[in-house]
């Protein structure tokens, strides 16, 4: 829901899990679970305005998820070199994702 404010949370289980803060889950479970991810995730970052979520892998991979679409996978970047993505940003224009990484 819109109003839901939530936090996206992804790690070693190469899930991204959507979490709601303003509703108790007494079955601790997220509201969503996002799979398709084949390695570890080192890093994901929501943006609110357009209900992506971007998450960068340990073998340079970026995912794109579009919550309004029911977590449907958008768009996958990916390079031949190994590198870690540490770290993911959205551009203020909503056009552009950044990434950081370890050589």
């Given at each position: 829901?819109?109003?839901?404010?939530?936090?996206?949370t992804?790690g070693y289980?190469?899930?991204?899990?959507?979490?709601?803060?303003?509703?108790?889950?007494?079955?601790?479970?997220?509201?969503l679970?996002?799979t398709?991810?084949?390695?570890k995730?080192?890093?994901?970052?929501?943006?609110p305005?357009?209900?992506?979520?971007?998450l960068?892998?340990?073998?340079?991979?970026?995912?794109?998820?579009?919550?309004s679409?029911?977590?449907?996978v958008?768009?996958?970047?990916?390079?031949?070199?190994?590198?870690?993505?540490?770290?993911?940003?959205?551009?203020?224009f909503?056009?552009?994702?950044?990434?950081?990484?370890?050589?």
């Amino acid at each position: 829901k819109k109003s839901c404010r939530i936090i996206v949370t992804g790690g070693y289980d190469n899930n991204v899990n959507v979490w709601a803060l303003q509703k108790p889950n007494k079955k601790n479970k997220p509201l969503l679970e996002l799979t398709g991810c084949e390695n570890k995730i080192d890093s994901v970052k929501i943006y609110p305005q357009t209900e992506s979520i971007v998450l960068g892998t340990s073998k340079n991979i970026l995912k794109i998820w579009d919550l309004s679409q029911g977590g449907k996978v958008v768009r996958t970047f990916s390079e031949k070199k190994e590198n870690v993505i540490n770290q993911t940003e959205f551009f203020p224009f909503e056009a552009f994702i950044t990434r950081l990484t370890t050589e």
